[in-house]
């Protein structure tokens, strides 16, 4: 009974800090006009950026302190935000006037999906390598 309770705290907690980071890193992918608002949109990216930076940490608490689940959970966001910045990218809106101010950037989205990239990439190591494995169980 003790571990049943433990892996539903540690699943979770994965599925928690899993749906919250995806939730902003998509946030902060997605390119929206923001010609019209004022400081050009900074204030939602500042909000999404602080969420994604605080579920990032949370993501990298949970695996340091070797949660169940933690690196799969970090394997999942990172892949959700790389595929989310690729379709964004290929789906970057058209301006054909010139009069629209698009945010974020190309340039910034590629530097997204190098970041999540990177995280991805470290999350698969972990995984592969067996590192900070958690005390009671695979994953």
Same mark, same amino acid.
């Given at each position: 009974?003790?571990h049943l309770i433990y892996?539903v ?12 980071q995806s939730?902003?890193?998509?946030l902060?992918?997605?390119p ?8 050009g949109?900074?204030?939602?990216v500042?909000m999404?950026?602080?969420g =994604?930076?605080l579920?990032? /940490? +949370? &993501?990298?608490a949970t695996?340091?302190?070797r949660?169940a689940?933690?690196r799969v959970?970090?394997?999942c966001?990172?892949?959700?935000q790389v595929i ?10 058209d301006?054909a006037d010139?009069?629209?101010i698009f945010?974020?950037?190309p340039n910034?989205?590629? =530097?997204?999906?190098?970041? /999540? +990239? &990177?995280?991805?990439?470290t999350s698969?190591?972990l995984?592969?390598?067996g590192?900070l ?7």
């Amino acid at each position: 009974m003790k571990h049943l309770i433990y892996y539903v705290f540690c699943g979770l907690t994965a599925l928690t800090l899993l749906g919250v980071q995806s939730f902003f890193g998509i946030l902060l992918i997605t390119p929206r006009e923001v010609g019209g608002t004022l400081f050009g949109g900074m204030f939602l990216v500042l909000m999404c950026l602080g969420g =994604w930076l605080l579920t990032t /940490a +949370g &993501l990298a608490a949970t695996i340091l302190a070797r949660f169940a689940g933690a690196r799969v959970a970090l394997l999942c966001a990172s892949a959700i935000q790389v595929i989310a910045g690729i379709w964004s990218l290929l789906n970057y809106p058209d301006d054909a006037d010139g009069n629209l101010i698009f945010s974020p950037a190309p340039n910034e989205i590629y =530097w997204m999906i190098a970041v /999540a +990239g &990177l995280l991805l990439f470290t999350s698969v190591y972990l995984i592969a390598q067996g590192h900070l494995r958690p005390q009671n169980g695979r994953f």
